[in-house]
């Protein structure tokens, strides 16, 4: 990340007041500009954020602490690497919920996570396409 300190105690207006949501230049900064590589994280990061929060929103239901510190935790860590920065900061959010056993606020974060997610599916399909009109267009 960018060495900057999240704020875990936080309710989900507060996040989104604090946080950049998108972060287009996070992915490239750790993989460099290669449109392949790129393009294959972003693909990976499709895949695991969809499954992590169907996931996320069966073990909320069902209060599985461990599952859904687990499932949080991979889904900020992958987040924050794609630039999802919103989603990554309400993940670390779950995460120290879950840590503290606090239901209430777990199925508070649930549909800013969810919305969030989404926003993050969509910008992440976005610069797939942004990505690979460029690399047809040079060549």
Do not use: F
């Amino acid at each position: 990340m960018d060495g900057r300190t999240v704020r875990r105690d936080l309710i989900p207006s507060q996040l989104n007041e604090m946080s950049p949501a998108l972060d287009e230049n996070a992915l490239p900064a750790l993989l460099g500009r290669d449109p392949v590589r790129l393009c294959r994280v972003y693909r990976l990061y499709l895949d695991t954020c969809a499954k992590s929060m169907a996931k996320l929103e069966a073990v909320v239901s069902r209060g599985e602490l461990v599952a859904i510190k687990a499932s949080a935790h991979t889904l900020k860590s992958s987040s924050y690497m794609v630039g999802a920065i919103a989603l990554g900061d309400l993940c670390a959010s779950m995460e120290d919920a879950a840590d503290c056993g606090d239901v209430k606020r777990m199925e508070a974060l649930l549909p800013s996570l969810l919305e969030s997610a989404d926003a993050a599916l969509k910008w992440v399909r976005e610069q797939i396409g942004r990505i690979e009109e460029s690399s047809s267009s040079a060549s």
